[in-house]
């Protein structure tokens, strides 16, 4: 049993993430153990999540992370944790699952934040919809976004019907509005106030009925499927060397965990801080935003000469995403300007202001397939979101298809010793291919 709530909204830019940073580090200064989860594949809130809650986040998603991996997670958070806050995606009936799928899945009440700086009694009525649209919706009230009075919130107080709890007010505050950019909000290791302004967030919470901890909620233990034992110790002498930085930060805590208990040595690394690369056996390179640091990566020769080394020495390397882009010949930034890249793969991209692609996907990955294993075993999910466009000059390995459209999606490369794809992969999604992916017996 473990007090929980789902911040969920009307739309996206509501101020889920504010709030739900707010709740968690009001929490965390009580002495309470918040832990926070994302529902969806977003990379950039968890990171204010972290910031507030001292905890890392983990991505919540039925589809993505699947119903026995989503409940696995819950029942281990609720095990030690004070409160679970999961902060919704878009709004709450948006997506294939949504946020409020994931609500009655696991039956957690769902706190709606509307942003009600231009409403009075209409206000009950987007309440009465979040409640009532989807039936059997546990709905544990509302909250009161960029409201700056005490009159405004009485307005919104009165027209709500007694079924619904009025939790009270957030006023409209710029010293807590996160910045944002066009992959979502500057990530929080950017912001350097970004502590004074989780406080002052936690300090309007404690004006609301949010300083009491919500009901709790009853999780339940997943039975064991034997994947633990599969992955355990399975990349013991592994030395994995991860990009991790400013330019490179889209890593999903899942994938950490899971490549940590694999066994395998994580070794980290700046492409902009550090002058080389570390000795390993196999280089991972997320997404991030290598478009606003290509300067400082094209200026840190000796460690692109590092790369290009191991490259040449036939390690693996695997590339999602911006992590791709880095690879490639060239990149081009949103202002026009021209950056040369790592070169190991041919081709060039070109950051556009209109969005590329997004979506959840799955992909198939012929070349790791094990003859043992059923083809439908060889399926990656992952998701992919970006601002460019790349013109690779590689014959694709395979292709992404979107989940649920069914639409196709991003290509795969294989080149030589490289895997890439904008396709951002979860690995617990298939934890026997990602084995094969990170063996590094497979290249040698």
Known sequence: MCSALVVAAPHSGSGKTTVTAAIARYHRVQGRKVTVFKVGPDFIDPMILRQASGELVYQLDLWLVGEQGCRALLHRAAMDSDLILIEGVMGLFDGTPSSADLAKYFNIPVLGVIDAKAMAQ?????????????????????????????????????????????????????????????????????????DVQLDKAASHIANTGLTELPSQVEFFAQEDDNQENIIEGALAGTRIIIIRDSAFS???????????QTGAELIYCSAMADVHL???????????????????????????????????????????????????????????????MLGLMPGKATMQKKLAAIGSQWVPLPSFADAAEDSADNIMRGHSFHYSCAEIELEPSSQT????????????????????????????????????????????
């Open 122 to 194: 209409t206000f009950a009525a987007v309440t009465f919809g979040l409640a009532k649209f989807c039936e059997d919706l546990p709905f544990s009230g509302v909250i009161a976004n960029r409201v700056n009075t005490e009159r405004h919130a009485e307005l919104l107080s009165v027209s709500l019907p007694k079924a619904f709890r009025f939790y009270g007010r957030i006023p409209k505050d710029d010293t807590i509005t996160l910045p944002e950019r066009h992959l979502g909000l500057v990530q929080a290791q950017e912001l350097s106030d970004i």
């Open 250 to 260: 889209f890593i999903y805590a899942a994938n950490i965990a899971f490549l940590t």
């Open 278 to 340: 570390p000795d390993g056996d196999i280089l991972y390179i997320p997404g991030g935003y290598p478009e606003l640091y290509a300067e400082q990566l094209m200026n840190n020769v000796t460690f692109l000469s590092d790369i290009r080394a191991f490259s040449a020495s036939n390690k693996p390397i695997v590339a999602e995403c911006g992590g791709m882009l880095y690879l490639l010949e060239q990149l081009t930034d949103m202002e026009g300007q021209q950056f040369s």
């Open 401 to 444: 298809t979107h989940h649920p459209s069914e639409r196709a999606g991003e290509y795969v490369y294989q080149h030589n010793n490289i895997l890439a794809s904008y396709m951002h992969w979860y690995f617990p999604s298939n934890p026997s291919l990602t084995l094969r992916i990170f063996d590094k017996a497979r290249y040698l």
